[in-house]
């Protein structure tokens, strides 16, 4: 190996940019090319989408993210024309269904929700910025509990953790004391109901610079500091291959989208962070087969509902003046329409659920001007409860030798299940729904289970663990087998986890770099 390791990065997410990040600060001579499939949709790298004021180029940068289904924009990010794009689902702005209907689409019938994001900050550029630690069972057993403790601090620094976000909010403290007065005796000390911990930095005006991958970058991408020299990223930069002798990697195999032109980039060390689907799938495609590859597929399932606030037991607990000033605060912002983020966390053995409350002054869907509803000046709740997946072989992605996807890469079969294991608990947490919005107001979208692939949080298809039999990496991420490959993303995740992901697999990404970058150092 040379003095000054290359490090290449598959994906530009924030698993990739928190690999990048720890290993060029812990590597002085380091450099790390980061390779990302789909184009740069701000003009700062991976920023947040959400931050973008104007309302044309904020639907631009989302679309540019739709790889397959990103209309106009397709033939200038190097994807065949001819594809066909209308799936049976809409995905959410910014991603684009893994199984979109078209020639080259994977299949998911199972799991049809399923969509990812293709664009410099992967999905963290289109994030919700959502950060709670994972708690009781969903926490990793093999990582010590102080070293666990550094570790997710770390993540939550490199995110910008805000604890405190809407904290000040009149509203959204009225909404947890009526959450509390309806669920606060069954929940353990510690685990009641409170804020949400959002990424981003609250602005003197009220309003957040939401998070996105940009901010785990950080001084990467800050002309004129040390690490920002070292760092290189190449974008519509397609891996198609990890070149290997079966123990230790030799570099990747790089198509340039723009020329459609291949190239071998030598690596010392390479890091896979290309998201819980097509991770695995590059995997595949390198000949690099462990045989729980893909599969132990989990996300959280969400019980949903919209809940109009009402105002009678809003204003015994927040005055006119206040809700007026709220209000006013909130106008500042229009382009950002959630107001304040509340939580009830998952505990164990009692309430094995990650609930999510946003209180927000529109409904998230068009109301008729006729509903009695409509134009509410409380404003209205959109509540999701996580509910788990436990994890079984039998649920993953299958990789075809002869089939290919729009990319010319191993196509995949998503096989799911829920088993009545699952159903029992989303028949639950839907109960424990319709008692919250009973809590707050009237319903004005009735619960209801998102299909299969809506969480958009996939963990489990390169689990981390002690057991080579049922895990793709070890408890330092490094694939078995091989010494310099590393993989990271919520794929990591081995546990039944009902929350948002991210801060949970930033943590296990530094825990692998901090090992990567000391094995390059030793070496
Ligand atoms: P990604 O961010 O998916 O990035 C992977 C990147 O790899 C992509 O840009 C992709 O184009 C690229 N890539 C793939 N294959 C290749 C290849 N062969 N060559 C080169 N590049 C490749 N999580 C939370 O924790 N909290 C939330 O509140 C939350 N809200 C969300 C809301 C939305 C609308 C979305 C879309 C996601 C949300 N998530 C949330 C999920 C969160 O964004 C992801 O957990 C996180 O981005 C995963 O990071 P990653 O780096 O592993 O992968």
Known sequence: MSDTPTIAVVGSGPIGAAYARVLLESLPQARVIMFEAGPPVTERPGESVRNIADPDEKARARERSQGPQAGEFRDSLGIPSGTIVEGM??????????????????????????????????????????????????????????????????????????????????????????LDREFGAELPEGFGVSTLPVAGDPQPDGTMRWAGTDTVLGPLIEPGTDTAGRFELR????????????????????????????????????????????????????GIRPAPLGRYLTEHHVVIGTVVLDGERMSELVSDAELQAELDRRALNPADPVAAVNRIPFSEPDHPYSAQIMYAETPPFPLDPAHPAAGNRWGYINMGFGVRKFPRVEDGATFSDDELDYRGLPNFTIEYALTEREDAEIAEATERLRRAGAALGSFIAEPRLLPNGSSLHFMGTMRAGTDPATSVADPYSHVWGFENLFVGGNGLIPTANTMNPTLTSVAIAVRGARRLAEELAAS
Request: aromatic share 8%.
């Open 89 to 178: 689902f809409t995905a959410r702005q910014g991603t684009h269904l893994l199984d979109f209907g078209g020639a080259g689409s994977a299949h998911a019938p199972s799991f049809p929700a399923a969509a990812a994001a293709t664009n410099v900050g992967g999905q963290g550029a289109h994030w919700t910025c959502a950060i709670p630690r994972p708690a009781f069972s969903e926490k990793l057993d093999f990582i010590p509990d102080d070293e666990w403790e550094d570790l997710i601090s770390t993540a939550e620094d490199l995110l910008h953790k805000q604890s405190a976000a809407f904290s000040d909010s009149p509203v959204g403290a009225a909404i947890r004391t009526l």
């Open 235 to 286: 974008d519509l930069s397609l891996v198609r291959r990890i070149d290997h002798d079966g123990a230790r990697v030799r570099g990747v195999v790089v198509e340039d989208l723009r020329t459609h032109e291949e190239a071998f980039v030598p690596a010392d060390a390479v890091v896979v962070a290309a998201d819980a689907f097509r991770s695995p799938q590059l995997l595949w495609a390198s």
